[in-house]
Nanobody, 123 residues
Framework: VQLQACGGGSVQAGGSLRLSCAAS????????MGWFRQAPGKEREFVAG????????NYVDSVKGRFTISSEYAKKTVYLQMNSLKPEDTAVYYC?????????????????WGQGTLVTVSS
């Protein structure tokens, strides 16, 4: 599975961005996709996860109510809509694919990773 993430950029606080992650290769509708982020000097953290079928979602508390993850299995694309962005959301965002059927917040459960896209939020 290969993953290609895009959609990052620079915005002011309160703005919005939508990240996309296109998958190629062998995927299954029961598998999980996730978004992680890594800020400078910090560990990579889970942001959101979803099954390809879209029947289960999970978010880190800090983005609940502001970020929405969605999936289009027919297009093998996962999105992360980010609204009300804050400076602390600044990070490189990575999409990841898991071969498990339950969403995990642990990066070790995700086997495939995209290249990352930078999101910068200025105050």
């Amino acid at each position: 599975v290969q993953l290609q993430a895009c959609g990052g950029g620079s915005v002011q606080a309160g703005g919005s961005l939508r990240l996309s992650c296109a998958a190629s290769g062998r995927t299954f509708s029961s598998h999980v996709m996730g978004w992680f982020r890594q800020a400078p000097g910090k560990e990579r953290e889970f942001v959101a996860g979803i099954t390809w079928r879209g029947d289960s979602e999970n978010y880190v508390d800090s983005v609940k109510g502001r970020f929405t993850i969605s999936s289009e299995y027919a297009k093998k694309t996962v999105y992360l809509q980010m609204n009300s962005l804050k400076p602390e959301d600044t990070a490189v965002y990575y999409c990841a694919a898991s071969t498990f059927t339950r969403i995990s917040v642990h990066s070790t459960y995700y086997r495939y990773w995209g290249q990352g896209t930078l999101v910068t939020v200025s105050s």
